[in-house]
Structure formats: structure tokens, C-alpha cells
């Protein structure tokens, strides 16, 4: 897939989910933080969206990335932690200004901001995540993902999983990106209906924010009260209040991003895993090669071992782990096409 071996892409896989066990407290706001030497022959940059380094999700992951590129080919590398949208723009600046060969921004929220500084800093390279223009700038690179391949087989255990017959998914906030991910999981939810013979109820929520673990424990709560008894989310910072309400009220969360377990042992089920760092470290090398990355939109997903469910699956039945890895080839080889949009999971469920 790119100039870089697998055996690399899948180590940094494992390192992004060794989650920042240092901490990164002590920071003023907007100051860059920086790991490697000005002389590296690799310099790539960050700015974080309003979650921060330490989200335990997109952005941490990110940051783990680029640390594997610091730790393995001694890249200079460096972020910012954005407090609003309205910094993103001069934040970007910054970091690029900096001398990054490659400046990135981590979300969708980033795509105004990045075209601004994009056309402002036609000598500069950027690159975002989780979002594609119609048309890329010849110094931009997209990074987006299948996210809703992990979501339909954590969809499928889910159901499987489900005593109540009933299931929740909760978003941050009511963006294309994130619906892939809930038609995704609804659809590997009626997957495993059909397999199993029965009927499966899926509440789904959007918080409209990734930073409020409070409204996130608040939404999860009233999900798992009113019968939810396994709820996915894909909120970012919010998400730590779903898993918290999980853990509180004893009931079965999954993680989204990284392996989440760590949060919640006994109640996270698995984690839809999106392994930002390979694309973040895999792109900053490609640039660093000299490859024509410029103008292009780049898409990950199960069959470039960059989405997935994690191995370690302590509170799911043995046959279930194997029914849903099997589940994750069959995506892979396109044998089942997974929806991401309403209007492709209606077809999907008119013709399965």
C-alpha cells in the first residue's frame, strides 16, 4: 500500500494504544510541544482538535503516531493542543511556520482552516484526517477511513451479545464521518440478527460534542435505563462518560479509536479501532520519501490492516471472537459491503 513495510505500520498500530502513560500536564495553552532535534531529517506537526492530547481516542492516537516515527527514524515532532475551533487556523500556522514538513490536522473540524493556510502557504504541506475535499489541494493530503467496516463487526457482537434486545450507539456530534460509523453498526447489528434469529432495537444519540464526558455519562445512563444493555460510542472525550456510566451501572460499553479496555475492564465488550498513528506515521514517511502524496486523498480501512477489533477479548465468548473475526475478512475481501450512509443501509436491509 505505501513505501513503508508492514511490519512497521503494525507495530506503531500497537504502539498508539500505549496511551500517553507519562501525562502531559504543565502546558500553556498553544504552546508547541516538541520530542527530537531540529536537525532530524523528518520534521511533522500537529494540532489536536478541542479534546486534546489526552482524549484516550482520535487525537491521542495521532500523537502516538508521530511518536513512533520520533522513537524509530528520530523525526523531530511536535503539537499543538487547540482550545476552539477559531484557533485552528493560526495554530496550523504556527506549525508550519515551525519547519514541518508535513503540518496536520486531526479531524474534520480542521477542513476550513486547512484550506485557508493551505492556499495561504502554497510552499508548506498539510495534511488532515477524517475528511476528503472534492478537490485536494496539490499541497494537502486526506487521510480518511472505512469507519464503518470496525463498526459493523462491533455492531455484530453487540447484537449477539444483547440480552435486552436492545442497543445504543452514541456520536459526537451529526457529521457523515460519524454516521458511517452508526449505519455501520446498525448493519452488523441486522448481521448478526439474521445469523442468530433474532430482533435487535438500536437506539442511536448524537451529543453534538467530543469534549462533555458529563453529557456523556448523562446520555449513557438514560440509554441503559430505558433497555440499552450495550452501548458503542464514537465521541471522542465524551466517550469517557459513556464508559463511566457503563462501569457505574455495570453494563457492557465499546471503545472506539484505541483498545479502550483499560478504561473499564470488566465492561468494555471490544473497542472499533481506527489506527489514526498508521496513517498519520505512514503519510509523514511517504512525504519524507519524496512520494507524490500532494493533491490525494488516501482511504484505510480492514483490508490495509488499519481498522479493526483489538485481540484481547476477555468478556466475549470464545465462538463469538471467531464468528466476528471472520465477519472482519469477509469485509476485507469485499464479500460484505458495509453501508455508511442512510440511504445504503436502506438498500443494505431491503436486499439482505
Keep these: 500500500m505505501i513505501n513503508i513495510s508492514r511490519k512497521i505500520l503494525l507495530t506503531a498500530a500497537i504502539a498508539a494504544c500505549i496511551l500517553c502513560l507519562s501525562g502531559c500536564g504543565g502546558k500553556a495553552e498553544h504552546e508547541i510541544i516538541t520530542l527530537g532535534e531540529d536537525t532530524a531529517g523528518t520534521k511533522t506537526g500537529m494540532v489536536t482538535d478541542t479534546g486534546g492530547i489526552e482524549d484516550h481516542s482520535f487525537n491521542q492516537s495521532a ?13 523531530r515532532v511536535s503539537y499543538i493542543e487547540a482550545t476552539g475551533t477559531k484557533e485552528f487556523e493560526s495554530d496550523l500556522t504556527r506549525l508550519a511556520e515551525d519547519g514541518n514538513d508535513v503540518t496536520w490536522g486531526i479531524g474534520y473540524q480542521f477542513a476550513d482552516a486547512i484550506l485557508s493556510v493551505a492556499e495561504k502557504n502554497p510552499d508548506k504541506h498539510f495534511a488532515i484526517v477524517d475528511y476528503a475535499y472534492e478537490e485536494v489541494p496539490e499541497n494537502v493530503t486526506c487521510a480518511v477511513f472505512r469507519g464503518e467496516e470496525p463498526s459493523f463487526v462491533v455492531g455484530y457482537i453487540a447484537a449477539a451479545m ?17 454516521k458511517a460509523f452508526q449505519y455501520g453498526y446498525m448493519a452488523g447489528a441486522a448481521y448478526a440478527d439474521r445469523e442468530y434469529g433474532r430482533t435487535t432495537e438500536v437506539e442511536s444519540v448524537y451529543l453534538g460534542s467530543f469534549d462533555n464526558a458529563r453529557l456523556g455519562k448523562r446520555t449513557a445512563k438514560k440509554m441503559y435505563n430505558n433497555g440499552c444493555d450495550v452501548i458503542f460510542h464514537a465521541s471522542g472525550g465524551s466517550g469517557v462518560g459513556v464508559i463511566e456510566a457503563a462501569k457505574e451501572l455495570d453494563k457492557y460499553v465499546i471503545g472506539v479509536d484505541c483498545d479502550q479496555s483499560y478504561l473499564a475492564p470488566d465492561n468494555v465488550l471490544t473497542s472499533a479501532v481506527k489506527k489514526v498513528d498508521v496513517a498519520v506515521s505512514n503519510i509523514s514517511v511517504q512525504y519524507g520519501m519524496g512520494d507524490n502524496i500532494g493533491g490525494r486523498t488516501l482511504e484505510y480501512g480492514l483490508a490495509e490492516y488499519a481498522v479493526g477489533i483489538p485481540d484481547e477479548h476477555p468478556n466475549i465468548p470464545a465462538e463469538l471472537f471467531e464468528a466476528a473475526k471472520r465477519v472482519e475478512k469477509q469485509i476485507a475481501s469485499h464479500s460484505i459491503l458495509v453501508p455508511k450512509t442512510e440511504e445504503e443501509y436502506s438498500a443494505y436491509i431491503a436486499n439482505n
Excluded: M, P, Q, Y
Design 162 to 178: 444483547s440480552e435486552t434486545g436492545k442497543i445504543g450507539f452514541v456520536g459526537g456530534d451529526e457529521v457523515d464521518a460519524l
Design 63 to 75: 500523537w502516538e503516531g508521530l511518536k513512533f516515527l520520533n522513537e524509530n527514524i528520530g523525526a
